[in-house]
């Protein structure tokens, strides 16, 4: 959001170039910009309303926490792990949600100890641990009940979670979200709170969600539930030509949808965003290393991270730009393979990448809209180390998260 480009060519954000964030920090390097952050949540609160969630998967440390926490977000954590950070970020634990398809008596004594908002059931077993637990409960823990409405959203096969065949939740065609809600009120150290839905991530087509939000409106109506979530997935462009829908968008669409069903004007309707926050808040700063051109095949450009950094284009075939941030407006007729230092082929930065011909070693390339699902799911793998996180505003950095020394990964050794 603060990008600007200087009248030289460098690109700047946060009012910090970001070549000499490279040099002062080393590279990889993730470069999250604030003021974009803290604007995605503000527009989240303002399209869904203070019960809205941020889906802490997409990209969580304490800093990120917080941030979302004072901008008026509640926060998903789906894990034990997620849960622990929240909490010792300051979060209010009333401001949490916990999810999971398989919670483990640990993760559900402990959120139940510590009085988080909600708690997701997504099985009949969580149901049973529950039964068990909340006898010990200092109050009813507040829970919604994960139902699957059979919908296909247009995703990746590997995030879509909408449809019958999946390990989330309670089928409504079925009835065994009927049976889960009939459950669940008979339990009197719980209390039912209402339903909630996920049908996939990185969602572009706002029909998808209409879909989804006509057969939860259907089933909910009767129940005479206060709470309706539709869970995560708005889609965010990573790719030149591409475009997503706003928040507002996505809550007037499903708002309509749940009120064409009978959906109670007072149900409180939320959503739980993730990458809509953070995927484009990032860009992340790479040095090049080698280039290697083969006659009448490509041109390999290869930076000092790779699939440890960002696995996407490897899990999913993901698509990103790239650029060099010392001329950002250059013209990018070259066409390469970016790739990492890992020992795979399948260690793609950018498949198809354009880049200017005076691409030169030691050069920062920058790939941008990093933010969602990098960081969180990097590894150490072939022991390369984390890269750091800054958060940028207002002419400062400050590290958030800081990168991984050599020792530390001797840490864990025994
Ligand atoms: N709520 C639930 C219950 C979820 O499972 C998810 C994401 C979200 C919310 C947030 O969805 P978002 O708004 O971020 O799309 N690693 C994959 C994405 C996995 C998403 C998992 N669940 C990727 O890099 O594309």
Same mark, same amino acid.
């Given at each position: 959001m603060t990008a600007a480009v200087e009248p030289g060519g460098q690109l700047t954000v946060g009012g910090l170039r970001l070549v000499d964030l490279a040099e002062q920090f080393g590279t990889p390097l993730f470069v999250y910009d604030e003021e974009h952050l803290r604007a995605r949540c503000a527009?989240? +609160?303002? &399209?869904?309303?203070?019960? +809205? &969630?941020y889906a802490t998967k997409a990209f969580l440390c304490r800093a990120?926490?917080?941030l979302a926490h004072q901008e008026g977000m509640c926060l998903d954590v789906s894990t034990g792990g997620e849960l622990h950070v929240a909490l010792r970020a300051g979060v209010a634990p009333e401001r949490l949600v916990l999810h999971g398809n398989n919670k483990s008596a640990a993760e559900l004594a402990r959120a139940i100890e510590v009085g988080v908002g909600r708690i997701i059931v997504d099985s009949?077993?969580?149901i049973d641990r529950l039964r068990v637990l909340s006898v010990e409960a200092p109050a009813p823990p507040k829970v919604l009940v994960r139902v699957t409405p059979g919908v296909e959203a247009h995703t990746h096969e590997f995030v879509r979670t909408g449809h019958e065949d999946t390990k989330f939740g309670f089928s409504i065609a079925s009835g065994a979200a009927w049976r889960a809600v009939e459950e669940l009120r008979s339990l009197t150290g719980v209390d039912l709170a209402g339903i909630h839905a996920h049908i996939g991530s990185q969602v572009f087509d706002v029909s998808s969600f209409e879909q989804a939000a006509e057969i939860l409106g259907r089933f909910f109506s009767p129940l005479g539930l206060d709470e309706l979530c539709v869970g995560g997935g708005l889609g965010v462009a990573y790719v030149?030509?591409?475009s997503a829908p706003s928040q507002a968008e996505w809550a007037e669409a499903v708002r309509a949808a749940c009120r064409a069903e009978g959906v109670a004007p007072t149900t409180r309707i939320t959503a739980e965003p993730g990458r809509s926050i953070v995927a484009g808040a990032a860009i992340t700063l790479y040095r090049v290393g080698t280039v290697k051109a083969l006659t009448?095949?490509?041109t390999y450009v290869a930076v000092d991270g790779g699939m440890s950094d960002n696995p996407r284009p490897v899990l999913y075939g993901s698509g990103y730009e790239a650029f060099l941030p010392r001329e950002a407006n250059a013209e990018r007729p070259l066409g390469v393979r970016v790739v990492g230092k890992h020992c795979e082929t399948g260690d793609i930065v950018v498949p198809e990448a354009w880049l200017p011909s005076d691409l030169a070693i030691g050069d920062i390339l920058a790939t941008p809209v990093t933010g969602a699902y990098g960081y969180s799911m990097a590894s150490n793998y072939n022991k390369v180390p984390r890269p750091p996180v800054l958060f940028v505003a207002d002419g400062r950095a400050r590290v958030v998260v800081r990168g991984e020394t050599l020792d530390d990964l001797l840490r864990?050794?025994?």
């Open positions: 527009e989240a +609160v303002e &399209a869904w309303g203070d019960g +809205v &969630a990120m926490a917080q009949f077993d969580e030149n030509g591409e009448d095949l490509r864990l050794d025994t």
